[in-house]
């Protein structure tokens, strides 16, 4: 059972909004199944399933999991050559490809250097 609702949420919400822009949105798969909501998550095992789908590009949601493996899933992007975009502009100074999110600062009031530690 995965303790992460607001995964599925975000989940739901993108797949409703790939029906207005006409594009193909493909899940690898259950992040329980592939181990991703582990203490130890396979992002080999998505990557694998993720190239032999064929996808064209990668979304990378911030959470608990992926901060803490950004290099990580930068890195397996950049091997397998899908490019990625990614929630934090962090992730980017790990290696995605490009961010595309809301202005922290803006937004809460906190820089966010205040809420991680890199």
Request: overall charge neutral; proline content about 5%.
């Given at each position: 059972m995965?303790l992460?609702?607001q995964?599925?949420?975000?989940?739901?919400?993108?797949k409703?909004?790939?029906?207005?822009?006409s594009?193909v949105?493909?899940?690898?798969?259950?992040p329980?199944?592939?181990?991703?909501?582990?203490?130890?998550?396979?992002?080999e095992?998505?990557f694998?399933?993720a190239?032999?789908?064929?996808?064209?590009a990668?979304?990378?949601?911030?959470?608990?999991v992926t901060i803490?493996?950004?290099?990580?899933?930068?890195?397996l992007?950049i091997?397998?050559?899908?490019?990625?975009m990614?929630?934090?502009?962090?992730?980017?100074?790990?290696?995605?490809?490009?961010?595309?999110s809301?202005?922290?600062?803006?937004?809460?009031?906190?820089?966010?250097?205040?809420w991680?530690?890199?």
């Amino acid at each position: 059972m995965c303790l992460c609702p607001q995964l599925y949420q975000g989940i739901r919400a993108a797949k409703q909004a790939t029906k207005t822009i006409s594009i193909v949105m493909m899940i690898t798969g259950d992040p329980v199944a592939l181990g991703l909501i582990d203490p130890n998550p396979d992002f080999e095992g998505a990557f694998q399933v993720a190239t032999s789908g064929r996808v064209s590009a990668l979304i990378v949601g911030a959470g608990g999991v992926t901060i803490s493996y950004r290099k990580l899933i930068a890195d397996l992007a950049i091997k397998n050559r899908i490019p990625s975009m990614c929630e934090r502009s962090d992730y980017v100074e790990a290696g995605c490809l490009m961010s595309y999110s809301a202005d922290e600062l803006k937004v809460s009031g906190v820089p966010l250097s205040m809420w991680t530690k890199s």
